[in-house]
């Protein structure tokens, strides 16, 4: 056991802790402190982005409206796009849940390297600039995809939307190295792969992801701001590119890119499922297995996109195929959660609420994918509203919804403190339901023909647009509950102890927030994390924390 | 549960999507039977799935009686249940495979076409041409019912700002197409219901984007015959001379805000939008450039306007790609003298 003779060095003989405010609070080394830079970072970049998305429903409210020029229009939802992808979900899954929970569950001190967690998170920040600032040079118009040739003959700043996605990526990259040096490196001994927590898992997978694939991102970007700034033409069809290339590649980031935005939600549900069920999670190998079955089979989809682009048949058949044959990893995960649920003491606490709101739109959204599919059908279906539906119910109600209902379930370990409960189950209702009213209706508009990405449409589509901006607007205002709750519990929030909900995984086993170097002693682990009812699996564990109830 | 999914099922298989969305082309119907046979499917597993979370969390939910530490069944798996959802899955999603597999087809399978013409997007306009018709036809797309088309879709290269990727789209057919530059990608369909139905561009292709639709016409033999041989006429004929001093101003200035103000500001000629501001287009000493130096005069502007114009400014569109008549270009000139400082 010598690995475990090192690790239980006191932290004493480790490092000093840092004294000065910037050391501590600005350009920390702490993966907790990086948490949360990420969450208040991609915080604002969501309220900013979410702001541009009202704004859109505003001017979408009539057929014929001028809350916003065309231009204006088609770069809110440009940059909407883009920062919701870039700046808010991955950052933020990755980033910020990644780093606050993922080392505490392997019984780490911290990242395998603290240095490029730091350098990786301030990337972030300048990146936002470049995005939001391209507004002063002329924001980009032609969607998150950017597709060229209309992508080229955009004003200057849609070079500055290069350069951000450009500094997201080499971020993006550089966690996923990170956390996967860490993942395969740090565990506290006896953490065998199949004793690791679920969302570590899916967090090993969401690292796999972004390291292979996000250089190809960076490829396509890179080959475009050459081209718009030096004009090398590699898409210009004119002087002898080809546009179809950009969509390639640009999909072989972004399918994968889709899994990074969901792989950590579905590790945040597996945590809290079991929690708040009170019994062993349904199937352990079947998701962790499943979770890597859809990483790699991500890499093999993506030409699913572009069934109207042109592609030969005996091109789209094998990608359909591919497509439909995800969707059987997928069930095997939603079953087993579903499962989870049976014969267990239910305690519906506000993280399991944003959990069933997950399990319900989530598989709404995995539907419709499937519905996408089908080429004859997708040829129908591509680049209406029922996409942007369809988009909305896999990254709204499945990131989104999971996002919430992990800081839910861990603001108590990052603060140490509770929040209000009454006001937890006001934002989950008002959100549900006005997400519901929001993006169902747009599959009915976006079957019976409104196109996406338009600022004025035929008016018979008019009593739906109002219905949905409306609705739009509350689920925007449900956000507001949240932030009142979180300001709330920073003042004055009931303090939590180590374990309010009673749960079994590392990160729980140490003081609410955690100390510095989070563990005195790595813990040495017996066995896997869900066995509720048997004795805790962790050896030295100080005694206090071992005595795991739930608060309520 | 079952008794829900059995209604929803039912739901599906009798709601009257050709009520709302009609079908009117040969590949419509099949599509449609392909979408009712997901949605068919999808019912039982989003009954079921919600339905079991709503139940569990009820039935199984901690009572004031249950202690602190009670926990549920221990239990972590169950081989068989596993077994069937994965086979169950698996084995829809073959079969929607195969029957995906055998509409696609009718898209991109070579058959017997009486009609082979080509479609060709341009920024925000779709052009069409008709074999044995000099000149092309915009926006206003006619077919002969029940006769198989085979359609050539590209987009413009001519110039390099026009050329962007538009998309051909006619929800009543679930017929469609990117209109890629430097691609030509033929597809299939048989309209099959006269009437009018819309074609919608889905591809973001700048400013006119949202504005970028037609209207495509399936009529009877005969009276597609008619038309094709007065458009025959008319490519005979020469073209239509601009009467400009009987123009009127406030039908013109209706016209501008319709068609002109996408790309053009009633404002000074710095004010652009894709082309110049045309607020002192007749004084203004920078606007002579666009009729070869010399100052314009309303004849250069009106030739503009019916022949379209390619060069330093930009490029615009010709009179029948923007869909005006000999006396809309007077009315816009009788408008444009209005603006005059």
Excluded at chain 1, 358 to 375: D, K, M, P
Excluded at chain 2, 96 to 104: A, N
Excluded at chain 2, 199 to 210: A, K, P, R, Y
Excluded at chain 2, 319 to 335: F, K, R, T, V
Aim: aromatic fraction near 14%; charge should be neutral; hydrophobic fraction near 50%.
């Amino acid at each position: 056991m010598a690995v475990a003779d090192v690790a239980h060095a006191p932290i004493g003989h480790i490092h000093p802790p840092p004294e000065t405010f910037v050391q501590k609070y600005v350009f920390s080394f702490d993966h907790k402190v990086i948490a949360v830079q990420y969450f208040i970072t991609t915080g604002l970049f969501f309220v900013l982005a979410g702001l541009l998305a009202e704004l859109m429903r505003a001017q979408l409210a009539g057929p014929n409206n001028h809350v916003l020029s065309v231009t204006t229009y088609n770069e809110a939802y440009t940059v909407h796009g883009s920062a919701m992808v870039w700046l808010v979900i991955i950052p933020v899954l990755t980033g910020a849940f990644g780093n606050l929970v993922m080392p505490l569950q392997i019984g780490a001190r911290d990242v395998a390297f603290p240095w490029l967690n730091m350098f990786s998170f301030w990337l972030l920040p300048p990146a936002g600039i470049f995005l939001f600032g391209s507004f002063l040079l002329g924001a980009p118009e032609a969607g998150w995809t950017e597709y060229p040739p209309i992508s080229l003959q955009e004003p200057a700043g849609t070079s500055m939307w290069c350069v951000a996605i450009f500094l997201i990526g080499v971020s993006s990259t550089i966690t996923g190295i990170n956390f996967l040096v860490t993942i395969i490196k740090m565990r506290a001994p006896g953490m065998t792969w199949t004793r690791m927590p679920l969302f570590v898992w899916a967090t090993a997978v969401t690292a796999f992801l972004s390291f292979i694939a996000t250089a190809n991102l960076s490829a396509a970007l890179a080959a475009l701001f050459i081209e718009r700034v030096f004009n090398v033409p590699f898409y210009d069809p004119s002087r002898g590119g080809s546009p179809v290339v950009w969509q390639h590649v640009f999909w072989f980031y972004s399918h994968p890119a889709v899994y990074i935005m969901i792989l950590p939600a579905f590790g945040i549900v597996s945590e809290i499922i079991p929690t708040f069920a009170r019994r062993p999670i349904f199937g352990y190998k079947a998701i962790a297995y499943s979770s890597t079955a859809i990483g790699l089979m991500s890499f093999m989809v993506w030409a699913h996109h572009m069934f109207t682009s042109g592609l030969a048949q005996w091109v789209q058949l094998p990608f359909m195929a591919l497509t439909m044959l995800i969707a059987v990893p997928t069930g095997i995960k939603v079953f087993s959660w579903v499962a989870t649920l049976w014969a267990g003491k239910i305690r519906l606490a506000s993280p399991l609420l944003f959990v069933l709101g997950f399990l319900s739109t989530f598989t709404f959204g995995g539907i419709t994918g499937i519905f996408l599919a089908s080429v004859p059908v997708d040829i129908h279906e591509h680049a209406t509203y029922f996409v942007v539906a369809h988009l909305h119910y896999v990254l709204f109600g499945g990131s989104i919804f999971g996002i919430f209902a992990g800081l839910y379930f861990w603001w108590p370990k990052m603060t140490g403190r509770m929040l209000d409960e009454r006001l937890a189950k006001l934002h989950f209702w008002l959100m549900f339901v006005s997400f519901n009213a929001t993006f169902l209706p747009m599959h009915w508009i976006g079957l019976f023909g409104m196109p996406r990405r338009v600022a004025t449409y035929d008016p018979i589509y008019g009593e739906t647009n109002l219905f949905i901006s409306i609705s739009a607007f509350v689920l925007g205002a449900s956000f507001i509950v949240f932030a009142y709750n979180a300001l709330k519990s920073a003042m004055n929030g009931e303090a939590s102890g180590p374990n309010p909900w009673g749960a079994r995984t590392l990160e729980w086993m140490i003081p609410s927030p955690p100390p510095y170097y989070n563990f005195d002693r790595i813990p040495i682990v017996l066995a896997g994390p869900y066995d509720y009812g048997q004795p805790l699996p962790y050896r030295d564990v100080p005694p206090e924390y071992l005595t795991a109830r739930p608060l309520h | 549960m079952g008794v829900i999914s059995a209604l929803g099922m039912w739901g599906v298989v009798v709601f009257p999507i050709d009520h709302f969305l009609k079908e009117a082309a040969q590949p419509a119907g099949d599509i449609d039977w392909l979408f009712r046979f997901m949605s068919f499917f999808s019912v039982p597993i989003l009954v079921y799935v919600n339905g079991f979370l709503i139940y569990f969390a009820i039935r199984y939910r901690k009572r004031p009686a249950d202690s602190m530490e009670a926990v549920g069944s221990p239990i972590h798996d169950h081989h068989a249940l596993e077994a069937w959802w994965t086979a169950i899955p698996a084995v829809l999603m073959l079969a929607l495979g195969l029957l995906s597999y055998r509409v696609l087809p009718e898209y991109y399978g070579a058959q017997a076409s009486t009609v082979t013409m080509e479609a060709i997007g341009h920024k925000w306009d779709f052009e069409f041409r008709y074999p044995g018709l000099k000149q092309s036809v915009y926006n206003d797309l006619y077919l002969p019912v029940n006769v198989p088309v085979t359609m050539d879709i590209t987009s413009s290269e001519v110039k390099e700002e026009d050329a962007v990727i538009h998309s051909f789209w006619v929800p009543e057919f679930r017929v469609k197409q990117d209109m890629v530059p430097g691609m030509v990608v033929p597809i299939h369909f048989t309209p099959d219901v006269v009437g009018t139905y819309r074609i919608i561009c889905t591809e973001f292709c700048g400013l006119g984007h949202s504005d970028m639709w037609g209207k495509v016409h399936v009529v009877s033999q005969s009276d597609f015959d008619a038309w094709f041989s007065k458009q025959q006429h008319q490519a005979a004929s020469a073209g239509p001379s601009v009467q400009l001093n009987h123009g009127d101003a406030a039908a013109g200035q209706a016209l501008f805000q319709q068609k002109c103000s996408t790309c053009h500001n009633a404002a000074p000629f710095d004010q652009k939008k894709v082309g110049p501001g045309l607020a002192d287009l007749f004084d203004d000493p920078k606007h002579p450039m666009l009729v070869d130096g010399k100052k314009a005069d309303p004849a250069d502007a009106a030739a503009i306007l019916e022949k379209g114009y390619s060069g330093v400014m930009g490029t615009m569109p010709n009179m029948q790609a923007n869909g005006l008549s000999p006396a809309d270009i007077a009315n816009l000139i009788a408008y444009l003298q209005t603006l005059r400082k």
